[in-house]
């Protein structure tokens, strides 16, 4: 009797209970494994193995936004009439994290032409701030015109492009004056 003969004498509710009885393993076998994964992060506080093993590198920044001194509070800033680079960020963002030594040279360069905001977008008392821009990434930056309370937004994938970044916001002051 060949396998072709062997097949079609099958009992059909056998072969459906034997189909059931392998899904449900196979899910179990799913499960246990995503459970073995997350025992791993919660053993590495809160972080993939992965994840806590890339970092940290020389050349990956650490420190949190909050910790950079730079520039003055968004409420003391939108009553001059000194343009604003108005950074929106969170500390335990990444990407806020890797831009901030960027808003740092930037900071550096341009702090005699712009004021230097940043804002916690969990920081109850800039819940306006962040409703107005309409906030809902991080990080986020917008060169402001305080005196005529209109704003552009930088786009993100300009950040690693130093030199584009500096001639959108020489235009924009040169505009914005």
Same mark, same amino acid.
């Given at each position: ?16 209970i ?5 899904l449900?393993?196979i899910? *179990?076998?799913?499960s246990?494994?995503?459970t ?7 053993? *590495?506080?809160?972080e993939a !193995?992965a994840?806590k093993?890339?970092? !940290?590198? %020389? *050349? ?7 910790e950079y001194?730079?520039?003055? $509070? ?10 604003m ?5 969170? $500390?335990?963002?990444?990407?806020c994290i890797?831009?901030?030594?960027i ?5 550096k360069q ?7 905001v940043k804002? *916690?977008?969990?920081d109850e008392?800039? %819940? ?8 809902n ?11 005529? $309370? ?16 500096k ?11």
């Amino acid at each position: 009797m060949g396998f072709k003969e062997k097949f079609q004498n099958i009992d059909k509710k056998h072969a459906v209970i034997t189909s059931l009885l392998c899904l449900i393993l196979i899910a *179990n076998i799913f499960s246990a494994v995503g459970t073995f994964q997350v025992k791993n992060i919660i053993a *590495n506080g809160g972080e993939a !193995p992965a994840a806590k093993a890339e970092r !940290p590198s %020389a *050349n990956v920044p650490t420190k949190k936004p909050s910790e950079y001194k730079i520039g003055i $509070d968004y409420n003391k800033a939108i009553k001059q009439d000194k343009p604003m680079l108005l950074l929106f960020y969170a $500390d335990w963002c990444g990407f806020c994290i890797r831009f901030m030594p960027i808003y740092e040279k930037l900071y550096k360069q341009y702090k005699h032409k712009y004021n230097f905001v940043k804002v *916690n977008v969990e920081d109850e008392k800039y %819940a306006d701030a962040v409703e107005k821009y309409g906030i809902n990434a991080f990080p986020t930056v917008f060169m402001v015109n305080t005196k005529e $309370d209109t704003y552009e937004r930088l786009q993100n994938s300009d950040f690693g492009d130093m030199s584009k970044l500096k001639a959108t916001m020489d235009q924009f002051y040169k505009d914005n004056k």
